[in-house]
């Protein structure tokens, strides 16, 4: 077990060792969540009284957006380097290199979204840090970001990628992104409607997990 | 020296890729010998790195087979891997990290067993050792040759793979590069060069292709992939 | 090479020579059909007849995304870039008549609905899938014909598109639902449309089937010489000749 777990560990750790030593890509995808955060509140704000049923939408666009962008800018510096082909030639199963990867974004991404709610529970006087909410954010990112670490693979060597991933990933995120944003609006009382929105959720995030996982070897394959 | 017939230790049948209706790598078959050391040559184009990427399990094979240290390309790819040293192109390291972290890393994902000995070992062989704790990115672009010598020798492997390890090394980096890969002894070596001058310092045979096509091989001996050598 | 490619050959040489004049004459009788045979809607007026386009269209957009899906699996076995054009050539006629859709749908909507555009279920899936194959010929486009790697990518995520579709359909009906469900196919015993409507009607989908089928062909055709222009182009640098 821990002979086929080893090395997707080691990969998760080499990605969040490579995530801090280049804290500039991270930290960038979570002041771009911190500045969208902002701006949507402050336009909401201008627009409309109430903008506390918006909070959702505002919460996952951005979290969707960033997660897009940061995963893309992850993938590309190891392409770029050649440092995927030494993964590939490595006797490790492509499955364990494309989990230990998917792993290190979503724990980065989580910690980025983890402050978005922090700052958004100050901004909008709402409580956002609650168990449910906790969950309903990590099943969103585990979803989000299983997809766009699969996409970000395959357009890493692809021409204008930084446009690409997002018209790729985001039209099959519609589902998730439907089950998120209900979920949340259940969760701080907004009416949303009485459908099991969390099992929607729950159900979109294992899909592109699953298809994910499935389809990474095949996409490496060359 | 002199090199002893035995069973090939890496043998392709018709290995051919195809892109899109063009035969980059065609029907190539080669034997190569254990301990043998292959200079594999050719004009640009003639299908070496990808001759190369095939036999490291990179790139698919259209048609065809090969066999290294007797596991399958198509059956038995990881244990295949394992049995592979790869020095390509790119150095293929991690800028960010340090060269001993880079081995660290590499030793974890190839299992190597007792792994800080053999990466001071190694990064003392290659002159890297002084510098083990400063990021790759600072180091030169010879030192990040020989760092990758060391990532592609550091599981020990049987057979290296070699695409134009000369390129970018000092005199004194390509004495390295024979000591320690082309002419290390036990190392069977195939190593695609444009360095003609250079190759029968180290290599014991040849194979030059061209178009894709085997046009000359004094490397491969004839046998059958069960071992058995007709001379 | 493959029965199924060699007696696709075959028929694809019978089709380009019955083909087109199938094409022409059902997409005419189609048009002259739905303006002067069938009859006026009573309630909804002629802005009904929109219909005859409309709904073959999203069938025969559905029909080119079952296509790509298929050709997207061969592309990911066989790695035979004919499939690949195949794939690219019924994405392109999906992506159209999926625009279609929408197009007809939000001109039938304003006197009908009041607006052009709704976040209904089945606007918001059609809309869903036209976004997911544009984004397919738009990633494919991004690297040349003979990229075998590309095709790959392509073909990856045409099959995750795929597959993603029942789930979107399930959560955009969950979401909301306005659109009128189907007359047609209520009960074959009984439809609901008069008779010379669903005359017409018969008639529009198979000229818009033909016309998808057809334009299906010419795409494939197109992006496969391309791929041979692309490798004979590559020969000769190879000074291999044609």
Redesign the interface.
Known sequence: MSDTVGPAMAVVMKDLRLAWRDRAGWASAGAFATIAVLVYSFAFDLATGDIRPLLPGVLWTTFLFAGIFAGGQSFARESEEGTFDALLLSPVSPTMVYLGKAAANIIAMLVIEFLQLGLATILFDTNLVSLELLVIVFLGTVGSVSLTTLLSTMSASMRGRAMLLPVMALPLLVPLLIGAVRATGAALNVEVGAAPWTLLLAVAALWSAALSVLLFPIAVER | MTAILEAPILQTEALTKR????DVVRQVAIALPAGSRTALVGAN?AGKTTLL?ML?????P?EGDATIVGHSLKARP??L??A?G?L??????????TPL?NLG??A????VARPEPRIEELLRAVGVWNRRHE?TSVLSRGYHQRLALA?ALLHRPAILLADEPETGLDPEGIELLDELALRAPGLTVLAATHRVDRVETWATGLVRLD?GRVVEDTASVIGTPQGQVQA | MSALTSTLQRLYGFWWIVLPPIVGSAVMAMIIGSIVVAPREIIEGDVQRLLYIHFPSILAAYGAFGVVFLASLVVLWKRDLRWDAVARGAATVGVLFTGLTLATGALWGKPIWGVYWTWDARLTSTLVLFLIYAAYLLARSMADELDEQAARFAAVFAVLGALDIPLVMFSVTWWRTLHPQPIVMRGLERPALPPEMLLVLMIAFLGIGALALWLGILRTEAEWLAKRTATLRAKIDRHEGA
């Open positions: 892109y899109g209706g063009l184009g990427a490291s399990t990179l790139v698919t259209t990881a244990a891997r394992r592979i790869v390509a192109h790119a150095p293929m390291l991690y800028e960010e990290m972290e890393f590499f974890r994902l190839y299992g990021a990532r178009h």
